[in-house]
């Protein structure tokens, strides 16, 4: 592992992905069809920016909100946003355009789980989507004390694809956990 000063190499990378292992979990598993939550939104003139482009504000908080979705769906309970992971604006929208946001489950730890988010702007006309951008934002589980609670459910892996989103998503918070470490 590198430490604190280095900064995590490709071959550091291949070897965490070669010594995460899908998860031998005790608890009841939940597959990750039934975290899935999808949302439609038609731009609007309050949602554009000076640019009259989709403000990036408006669709963080569009993301947020379904990435939060989907974790309650899987914890069957309350959760809070701990972090959101890169996002990257690919592409932008405009007035009037739908933007369909796909969030799903892709970790489940102790008390923290990992949700992808895709965010699309579809054509009317051919149904053709086009990502506006991906991202990953961590939920924490939370009791009435809105302290953090064990989630009760882990995540069952069905597929390849979502073996290989459980191993990215091992490397992912190792790489946030190194960047708080150093205060970045």
């Known amino acids: 592992m590198p430490t604190k000063k280095d900064s995590m190499t490709e071959s550091d990378l291949n070897q965490?992905?070669?010594?995460?292992?899908?998860?031998?979990?005790?608890?009841?598993?939940r597959s990750q069809q039934r975290s899935r939550t999808r949302a439609t939104h038609t731009v609007v003139h309050g949602d554009m920016n000076?640019?009259?482009?989709?403000?990036?504000?408006?669709?963080?908080?569009?993301?947020?909100?379904?990435?939060?979705?989907?974790?309650?769906?899987?914890c069957g309970g309350s959760v809070t946003t701990a972090c959101v992971d890169s996002l990257v604006f690919k592409n932008p929208a405009y007035l009037n355009e739908i933007v369909v946001i796909d969030a799903y489950v892709t970790y489940v730890g102790k008390t923290s789980l990992e949700v992808r988010v895709d965010s699309y702007v579809e054509d009317v006309a051919t149904g053709e989507r086009k990502q506006i951008n991906v991202a990953y934002l961590?939920?924490?589980?939370?009791?009435?004390?809105?302290?953090?609670?064990?989630?009760?459910?882990?995540?069952?892996?069905?597929?390849?694809?979502?073996?290989?989103?459980?191993?990215?998503?091992?490397?992912?918070?190792?790489?946030?956990?190194?960047?708080?470490?150093?205060g970045i």
Not at 145 to 167: A, C, S, V, Y
């Open 16 to 29: 965490l992905v070669s010594q995460t292992a899908a998860p031998q979990d005790t608890r009841p598993l």
């Open 50 to 74: 000076g640019e009259n482009r989709l403000f990036g504000g408006r669709l963080m908080e569009w993301i947020d909100e379904a990435a939060g979705i989907a974790a309650r769906r899987h």
């Open 138 to 182: 961590t939920e924490v589980c939370v009791g009435e004390d809105e302290r953090p609670r064990r989630i009760p459910f882990g995540l069952k892996l069905e597929t390849d694809e979502q073996r290989n989103e459980w191993h990215m998503a091992q490397i992912r918070k190792m790489i946030r956990r190194e960047r708080q470490e150093q």
